[in-house]
């Protein structure tokens, strides 16, 4: 019995969000963590435009590659929210905690 990466499920995630968000998902040495599972708020679209996308299709995606290449870089953390369109991740937003950035930006000055 084949069992899928946490890189296969979050990709076949995305395309069961098709337009929506995941929020809170946590990444562990560069990987997506699904369990817990993170929230997920879908958008219905009443009236789609394109037609139902093959998840095959969806892992060979400029967006996934990115998505992954940036949670390989995170290492472990938090992706706060993931925006999806059509199935394809558009939009990541990471924060760090509670500690902000900019005191550490501005000391390099």
Same mark, same amino acid.
């Given at each position: 019995? &084949?069992?899928?990466?946490? +890189?296969e499920?979050?990709? &076949?995630? /995305?395309?069961? %969000?098709r337009? $929506?968000? @995941? @929020? !809170?998902? =946590?990444v562990k #040495? $560069?990987?997506? *963590?699904? =369990?817990?599972?993170? +929230? @997920? %708020?879908?958008?219905i679209v009443?009236?789609? #435009?394109?037609?139902? =996308? ?8 400029? /967006? &996934?590659? #990115?998505?992954?290449e ?8 938090q *992706?706060? %929210? %993931?925006e999806? #369109?059509?199935?394809?991740?558009c939009?990541?937003?990471? $924060?760090? /905690? !509670?500690?902000?950035p *900019?005191?550490? @930006?501005?000391? =390099?000055?």
């Amino acid at each position: 019995m &084949y069992t899928m990466t946490a +890189r296969e499920q979050l990709t &076949y995630l /995305g395309g069961y %969000i098709r337009t $929506g968000f @995941i @929020i !809170n998902l =946590k990444v562990k #040495k $560069g990987q997506p *963590v699904l =369990k817990p599972p993170p +929230r @997920i %708020i879908r958008h219905i679209v009443l009236n789609p #435009k394109h037609a139902e =996308k093959s998840i095959l299709d969806l892992r060979h995606r400029d /967006g &996934y590659s #990115k998505l992954f290449e940036l949670m390989a870089t995170m290492e472990n953390g938090q *992706v706060s %929210i %993931i925006e999806f #369109k059509e199935g394809f991740p558009c939009l990541m937003e990471v $924060g760090n /905690g !509670n500690r902000s950035p *900019v005191p550490n @930006i501005l000391s =390099k000055l």
